[in-house]
């Protein structure tokens, strides 16, 4: 091969195995990997795989749950962005910066905390995930209900396409229309269609006071129809999480932390001046009051570390009650929450297979977790069995099959569950313009 | 022609006389008129017209300012969607709306209101122009400092493509990543692409107070370096609007309101709950005052309608001032509008041409009005050279030539000034995906 060249190729055997995996614990083989340092040496590289009729896969962190970055069939490079991991620019007169795509997401908020700075997308893997990796997914985090996703925040991008050239799309201002919106087109599309090679994001000023508080209700269906209430209230909380008994079970075996471990809570973020946040605490007091909950509110920032500590523990730990989970990541309506966790209930009951739910209620975005075991041969294939039932009931509620996971290998078998044939020929052939020779990343989010 | 069979089908000349110009002033000569009354009435429609080899151009209300909606060279049929203008659903527990294309936008704010809910867009011409016109422009308005612009509000679409298929997009719920975003795709997409028939929408709810104030400031400068310092207080106004001397002076002699006619003004507008707003204004006052602004507040509901009703002629004012207005809607990054501001200022001088600004200074989207009189051949010539010197500057401060008035037929000339050879290549090749035959608003947003 060519690439073996540059310089910043590598096919040793520990380098191959140690990138032909991701988070959804698939596994491919890939030819060889690539880190490219900048753009020139990745427009380098993506010339050279493409004379050499190569595949190319991007990756950002590999936290990805759905085998986004897994490398399939064909020989194909992985390409790692995690060199490319510069903070260009902060500009804090207009509330802009621009990073390279591998930056990680944790690192930027913390360089913006420093300038009283804040960049809201915030998925549980923060502290590991790149910037790159989460316009690919267009991932999400529990502060979407008030601040949005990672699509809300992306203003522009630097592409590098299939065929080594380059652009930029976007603006550096909020409004701006002027041709297509590439920008959002890219945003969500899986490394199917280009390399995004730098960011161009929105910024906050950062609130000036967090609170943070959990309610305590009998059960899970009170506690998601809390949280239509509080927003109904006016209050628009920063997160809205909720916790089913088996997620609260499962934190406190594996880390305790003085969790309930009956019933279901609610973790929720208040944020904003003074003077917002206080009559906004006793709102939200009243309506969880007037439903059975009990507030507590965390009164230090130990403490709120603490809580976030337990939620962010819930998917390790629940392998503690069973060693194989399978996630799907669901959005329903709000309102629907409630019947939503009713059926999941019943599938559980029906199946005799534990299902753990718990994420963002806020937006009505539900980490459902099917717990299984995948030696078990024969609960495991009821298990997987159990996953389109999920997805009927999901789109039967009006809902979506993912919420900030994206498609990837996981999901495609079920994309057309959800998408008529027009929209999936209309992606195809956008997919077709952007990479007419099927290199980049292919295998991924459409069935063939 | 096999269209006229149609009952929502008209070539009666005033017809074509009346549908053939829009709010651009330029005009064009339909071949036919087409006011289906249902998704299913335009589906027939365009089948008959993809066969007979017409042109499709997709109307609104006609208040664009591009000529988006005038008819270009080819056979083409005027598509108005005016009849098409129900407001399906509004799910008050779930926050989202579902409206017919042709529903105008302050129709559908009434609505809302009598709910306790709200559509933040609100392009000036929101009494007449429609939801679908403000999708296919991506159309903002002065509460999108704060809220965002009609992209931000877009869940999903009913589309009917140029070959008669019909398709839905995007979901009912904020977070949604399945397969590409064709939603936002459309949104800004000037009807070259697809007809939008329905809009399912984000809404939110009402805020409980609405606080109008002025800021009377000694020049334009000024009054935009309190934009950014209102900003960096960690006040979000829901408007920050700026009027220079000219267009004051316009408003006073068109329809006397009692405005300053020296010096600048901002108009501002506090929304949230009263816990918020009385605080916020101190904020304002104490910011303002630092940069020699006096501040007014609006005591009344009449006293801020008279205000609103001052900013929004000031379109119509201008004409008073001279004859011919080119009418600009560029946008920069908000630390750059001084600098902005002194250019244009150079510029007026320079060429003896009057230039009046106004706008959504909040978010750097500045309303460039060149006044001229068309009539005098020589001074128009002149001033239509000023428009690529205002785009030159524009783009050299990192701005982008259009906020939220499209491309269309005025500014397709300078669209290679923004955008690189790549992106437009990219996106002439996605219009091919959705409409091959080239029959879909031909001739608009592309150079030939």
């Known amino acids: 091969m060519r690439i073996d060249r540059l310089p910043f190729v590598s096919a040793e055997p520990e380098d191959l195995l140690v990138y032909g995996y991701d988070a959804s614990k698939l596994e491919g083989r890939p030819t060889a990997l690539a880190f490219p340092g900048s753009t020139q040496d990745l427009v380098e590289l993506v010339r050279l795989a493409y004379e050499e009729g190569l595949s190319l896969v991007p990756r950002g962190a590999g936290t990805g749950m759905v085998g986004g970055a897994v490398p399939g069939e064909q020989p194909s490079v992985i390409v790692s962005l995690e060199r490319m991991n510069r903070i260009m620019e902060i500009d804090t007169d207009n509330l802009v910066a621009v990073v390279e795509a591998g930056v990680v997401n944790g690192r930027f908020q913390r360089a913006l905390k420093d300038k009283g700075l804040f960049y809201p997308p915030d998925p549980a893997s923060l502290n590991f995930c790149t910037i790159g990796g989460n316009v690919a997914t267009g991932a999400g985090g529990p502060r979407a209900i008030k601040y949005g996703v990672t699509r809300d925040y992306v203003l522009g991008l630097e592409l590098v396409l299939p065929d080594g050239s380059l652009t930029t799309t976007g603006v550096r201002t909020a409004k701006g229309v002027v041709g297509y919106d590439l920008t959002r087109l890219l945003v969500g599309s899986e490394g199917t269609l280009a390399f995004v090679t730098r960011v161009l994001l929105k910024i906050l000023p950062e609130p000036e006071q967090v609170m943070t508080l959990t309610s305590h ?191 990837g290998l996981t999901k495609k078998p079920y994309l057309s569950m959800e998408l008529d044939p027009v929209s999936i020929s209309l992606m195809k052939h956008i997919k077709k313009v952007f990479d007419p020779a099927g290199i980049m990343n292919p295998g991924k989010v459409f069935p063939d």
């Open 217 to 407: 209700f009998p059960d899970a269906r009170t506690a998601a129809e809390a949280v239509s209430s509080v927003i109904h209230s006016g209050v628009l909380p920063r997160t809205l999480e909720l916790m089913d008994q088996h997620s609260l079970s499962a934190v406190e075996k594996f880390r305790p932390s003085g969790l309930p471990v009956t019933g279901a809570l609610l973790l929720v973020e208040l944020d904003g001046p003074g003077y917002v946040v206080g009559p906004d605490l006793e709102k939200v007091k009243e309506v969880c009051a007037e439903l059975g909950g009990t507030v507590t509110v965390a009164r230090t920032s130990a403490a709120a570390e603490k809580l976030w500590e337990a939620r962010r523990s819930i998917s390790p730990a629940l392998y503690s009650l069973r060693p194989t989970k399978i996630n799907e990541d669901i959005v329903v309506p709000r309102s629907r929450i409630p019947e939503m966790l009713d059926r999941l209930d019943a599938l559980s009951r029906e199946s005799g297979i534990l299902i753990a739910s718990f994420g963002h209620a806020g937006d009505g975005n539900i980490h459902v977790n099917i717990m299984t075991d995948r030696t078990n041969t024969e609960e495991y294939s009821r298990a997987r069995a159990l996953v389109e039932k999920v997805f009927v009931h999901t789109l039967d509620l009006g809902g979506t099959l993912s919420g900030e996971h994206g498609v």
